[in-house]
């Protein structure tokens, strides 16, 4: 199956800061990819997603570009804000079209200091 | 606007009882899957259903039983509950597995 690696945390940035959260993917073939975000006891929501090579997704200001050469998918934001810490997680399906679940990373926890 | 709703949110349970973790979601999602989420290890499927009276095993299926009778509710069993079961487990579900999850509050149960 599948397998995602993402920087592990924790994370911690000034408020206004850019950030960078790595993410790299084994596959066969191009998979959709996803980030998601999970704030402190809530479940995760899906931040943003991609399709397809070279798509960009983004949403509230944070954006990732599936790069096939280098099997990436890192999230970035120009400016991030305190409400901005949480846990980020990198997912890929498991195999193939994903009906059978998308593997998650470990996670990356951010902290955002005022 | 429930979503997917899962209960309960908390329980503790002792050593070698048991008990059911129900998921709910009203959007008419073919898709439902249970994970469970611990320390340094992300999340880790236990076992999903494509369809209604459908599951199917994950990568941590051992010590769960599951059952789809309905295509809104998919529940999680842990007939004899032990320690290392102690975890917080996500109930998520989807209409098109390419078009992402939507995830329960999570249930947080605690095996002493």
């Known amino acids: 199956g599948d397998s995602v690696t993402q920087m592990e945390g924790p994370v911690t940035l000034s408020e206004e800061a850019f950030l960078t959260i790595n993410c790299t993917y084994t596959?066969?073939?191009?998979?959709?990819l996803f980030w998601y975000v999970q704030y402190p006891g809530e479940g995760l929501q899906l931040l943003l997603k991609?399709?397809?090579?070279?798509d960009k997704g983004s949403n509230k200001g944070f954006e990732a570009t599936y790069r096939k050469e280098t099997t990436s998918f890192h999230l970035e934001k120009g400016s991030v804000q305190v409400s901005d810490s949480a846990v980020y997680f990198c997912?890929?399906?498991?195999?193939?079209?994903?009906?059978?679940?998308?593997?998650f990373g470990k996670g990356t926890h951010l902290i955002i200091q005022p | 606007n429930a979503g997917v709703t899962q209960t309960p949110k908390f329980r503790v349970l002792k050593t070698g009882q048991s008990m059911t973790l129900l998921c709910a979601q009203d959007?008419?999602?073919?898709?439902m899957y249970w994970y469970r989420q611990d320390p340094g290890m992300g999340l880790r499927l236990i076992h999903y259903?494509?369809?209604?009276?459908?599951?199917a095993k994950g990568e941590v299926p051992d010590g769960y039983n599951v059952s789809r009778l309905k295509k809104q509710n998919f529940l999680l069993g842990l007939e004899s509950a032990a320690p290392s079961q102690t975890s917080v487990y996500f109930c998520?579900?989807?209409?098109?597995?390419?078009?992402?999850?939507?995830f329960g509050s999570g249930t947080r149960l605690t095996v002493v």
């Open positions: 998520a579900s989807t209409h098109r597995p390419t078009g992402g999850y939507t």
């Open positions: 596959a066969t073939g191009y998979p959709s």
């Open positions: 991609a399709t397809k090579a070279d």
């Open positions: 997912a890929s399906p498991h195999t193939g079209g994903g009906a059978d679940g998308l593997t």
């Open positions: 959007m008419n999602h073919e898709y």
């Open positions: 259903s494509v369809g209604e009276g459908t599951t």
